[in-house]
């Protein structure tokens, strides 16, 4: 089935362990979002990255502070 | 722009059209290309190895780099990168290769003989994707090899370079080796060999064609994206191969190919842990090594060793079958594949 696309935050990370990571924070804090393969046109890395709604941008940019780790890049698209 | 499912599937397609005509003008049969085995003929021309079967340097691989090179310069993406554990992950290229020439092959080959009808490489597909879970698993618990740092723009071109003077040598002088017989004296002219590896590299780039990734992502995010440019490469050398009379449906027969399944699932098992580990099959590490990547290269380089070390030491098997020191050899490989993993895992959790 086909999904609508839509605006969602976009999370890339240096390494796989952090975006890993990263779902196991969201998921504790109860944030809505799924990992996601990178977006061909944030990164020409195949790595992994977390989807998550825009609005909880301010509160995983807290968590992954928290966390120690350094997001790669932090992007709204529309996937 | 996002990528639809089917313009992944193309790109596969045409990967497998770059495939089908090297095999149709002169690669040896289900080895139209081969990471592992074109690294190993390449270490071989260069005298690594005295296997003087396997023994030309292969423009295909120059061409992969390349062209992963020249496309990421054009699209801006190229970035010289390095400091990500680059001994490990020599170590890493050279244990992927031991599997490799013990299945007789790469991931890519693998596809390739699993569309030209080898039953033996749909059994190897089973630990092939048992080593990838693995390396999920150690990821899930939290392995890394660390992050890599934006380095000296030139630093990540040098495997590239490298590789140009190698292919400029050998056409150029008479200094490289190069097998009379065997697979070694199976080619495509140079000039067509190049040009389908240069395609290959470029396709590889812009579609991020990896056969460990793929099943990776697979397994954390459901997305079968990735798998579809494997599917497409799948689909279009099984044409080639219905239509050209080459497809054989069965275990015995198969070219330069064996039937010894434990061995083939334990040498795709660890090609399959080993490039999860790593972050990348070997056709992903010439093209992550040719966007800038010296992490990469230096899995590359260990690949290079790791064939030497293979045909040197009798590790590689032949269609007669796997030999005595290959097969304790995977198996060495495997325990230390999974002792890289837990030791990775555990100083994460510290």
Known sequence: MLRKPQLRLVITFHTTAEALRTEQLARAAGLEGRLIPVPRQLSAGCGLAWSGAPETEKTLRLTLEGAGIQAEQMAQLTI | MKESKWTLLGFGVLGGVLAALLAFFGNPGNMALCIACFIRDTAGAMGMHNANTVQYVRPEIVGIVVGAMILALVRREYKSTAGSAPVMRFALGVMTMIGALVFLGCPLRMVLRMAAGDLNAWVALIGFVGGIATGALFLRRGFSLGRSYEGMPAGGGVLSVMLVVVLVLSVTTGIMMVSTQGPGSMHAPVLLSLVCGLAFGAIAQHSRMCFAGSFRNLIFTRDVSMILVIAGVFV??????????????????????????????????????????????????????GQGSSDAACNVLG???GAAIAHNFKLASSAEGTTPAGRIAVVAVVVVLLLVGLVGTRQKKD
């Open chain 2, 236 to 289: 279009a050398m099984l044409v080639y191969n219905i239509a050209g009379g080459t497809f054989h449906l069965s275990f015995a027969g198969q070219p330069i190919a064996h039937s010894q399944h434990l061995w083939s699932i334990l040498g795709m098992y660890a090609v399959g842990l080993a490039a999860t580990l790593a972050g990348g099959c070997p056709l992903r590490q010439l093209v992550l090594a």
């Open chain 2, 303 to 305: 690949m290079f060793v």
